[in-house]
């Protein structure tokens, strides 16, 4: 939690002295300066916003769609309280199977184009969680909607399983 408010407050800083920059820039550019301070502003005009991000990337006020659990606090707030139906995936880092399952249900969450999330959430950095909703072994995914765990499996799915695990979640 701590390091995604660092990088908040970076993102903050950095585009407010990106907009500084051009705005120096376009002043220095309109009057009839040196060559030198001409050649400053063309090396500082790669930094404009549009050069930075390429267009494909989602901005940052769009919701990830697969997250890391950061605490209780944290849970309850994205996946408890989210509009959309979640699936949290209770893994290890020490777990082979788990390492095979979360890029796979990544991709079937993915294919959903943002009308389902993702948690993850590690077993051993938060057990509380895995204790409250009965995790038992890992791999385990439980798939909630308005707070409710409406259904769970454990283990390894192949990808169509997953894909229609993941449709009947949402309703398809």
């Known amino acids: ?69 950061q605490d209780h606090e944290d849970f309850t707030e994205r996946v408890i309280n989210s509009e959309l139906p979640v699936l949290v995936d209770f893994h290890a880092q020490w777990c082979g199977p788990c390492k095979i399952l979360g890029p796979r249900l990544e991709k079937a969450v993915a294919k959903q184009k943002g009308r389902v999330a993702m948690a993850k959430v590690d077993i051993d950095d938060h057990t509380d969680l895995a204790i409250e909703y009965g995790v038992s072994a890992v791999p385990t995914v439980i798939a909630m909607r308005g707070g409710d765990v409406v259904d769970h499996f454990v283990g390894i799915k192949d990808d169509d399983e997953l894909d229609s695990f993941v449709s009947k979640i949402i309703g398809q």
Do not use: E, G, Y
């Open 1 to 69: 939690m701590a390091h995604r408010l660092l990088l908040r407050r970076i993102w903050k800083l950095s585009v407010k002295d990106i907009r500084c920059i051009q705005a120096s820039t376009a002043t220095i550019a309109s009057s009839s300066f040196s060559t030198s301070l001409q050649s400053a502003t063309t090396r500082v005009s790669f930094l404009s916003p549009s050069r930075t991000l390429p267009h494909s990337l989602p901005h940052t006020s769009s919701r990830a769609v697969s997250f890391n659990v």
